[in-house]
């Protein structure tokens, strides 16, 4: 299974797709720009940075009401980001899909993290406040999208103030103040550690998520219109050459998809999930031994990672192997017993082998344990479809 990566709360497949920073240092790492070539796809239009990252008149006209009363301060400010922080459906945050510009996630707060985050710094400046993103450094996470299995990234947004004036005096040295802003409940609880990206990088996730998820519907022609654009928006991010390999993988251009994969891994050699999708396709290649010495390090690296068990356990579901697949599960629930996604997966294997009373007890588990609303509401409903079963 291919795995993307995507960056949804900001910007994978397994196959895995990426979803997603930039250092004022600059990377020694050369780029051919040749390997993003390839006329066989029919290029699309795409999102121009302007389109992405613009405000329309109604909301500049609405923002100008809402401080009609003068220069807006910080604290003004934090209360409008706290308004879409709350009326942002947490549920969405790792809905991959959403991948929305920032007019089109002022009016539509059901987006992804990366969109909200892009509303919000577009908000900053036109208020005429300092904005940074800032990449999370979050555990690996999957999410499950399609049959795909997708790695998920994150961001937040540091909001500041500018020095400015005061009776025509300009205030030095003074530390501005600041607030972040973070769409994700999880990352706001924990303190994962950060690194600044810039503008450029964010541009290339949104065209990066956009891609992934063309491949995802099997638009292969706005994929690499939306790939291709990301790599060009920003050469040095690995997140998108890795995805662009995984297009050609699918699409049959195996030696292609190789360069891509190599490029990836020459800008972060430590990209886990471009690494993964380079053993599939030695697999595919005729290369099995060069595969498995990857996947060998790669399982070490991650056996302690709840998230990766649970994505193991549903291909183990998929290929019918419902005993490995059920240890899978209670590997991933004795390394963290407060994640929903492993009961839920135990609810499904005892149904496949249906057993329908163990199934209804892990089931109520995943729903006792979920946070966040679209899940209760699926596990809600299958919950009483199986005690509607169970009753006939």
Known sequence: ?????????????????????????????????SIALNSTFKRIA???????????????????LF??????????????????????????????DANLTASQAYYNLNANCLSLSILAYSLAEHLGFNAQFQRVHIPEYWDQSRGYSLLTGHVNLVVSETNRSVENSHILYTRPKSIVIDFDPNSRRQAFSTSN???????????????????????????????????????????????LGILYRVAGFHQQAEQAY???????????????NLAVLY????????????????????????????????EAINAQQYSEALSFFRRAKKLDHNLHDSYFGMAKVYYLRDDLERAKHYLSKAYELSEFDHDRHRYQGKLQWLQAVAKN
Request: hydrophobic share 35%; glycine share 6%; aromatic share 8%.
């Open 67 to 96: 401080f009609k009363s003068g220069t807006p301060q910080l604290e003004q400010t934090k209360a409008l980001m706290q308004f879409l922080v709350d009326n942002g459906e947490s549920s969405l945050a790792y809905q991959s």
């Open 46 to 64: 795409v999102e121009s940075e302007h389109d992405v990252f613009q405000l329309d008149s109604k909301i500049t006209s609405q923002l100008t």
């Open 197 to 243: 990206i810039s503008k450029q990088r964010i541009l290339a996730m949104f065209y990066s998520n956009k891609g992934a998820m063309a491949l995802v519907n099997g638009d292969h022609d706005k994929a690499y219109s939306y790939l291709s654009a990301s790599v060009n928006a920003d050469p040095e991010y690995s997140g998108a050459w890795g995805n």
């Open 1 to 33: 299974m291919p795995i993307f990566r995507q960056t949804l709360c900001l910007a994978a497949l397994l196959s895995a797709l990426t979803l997603t920073g930039c250092n004022s240092t600059q990377s020694s790492v050369s780029i051919d720009q």
């Open 283 to 314: 697999k595919l290649t005729d290369r099995s031994d060069e595969g498995e010495k990857i996947i060998a390090r790669l399982e070490e690296k991650r056996k302690n990672n709840p998230y990766y068990l649970i994505v193991k356990g549903n």
């Open 262 to 276: 190599e490029q990836a891994l020459a800008l972060n050699p430590e990209n886990n999930n471009v690494l993964g």
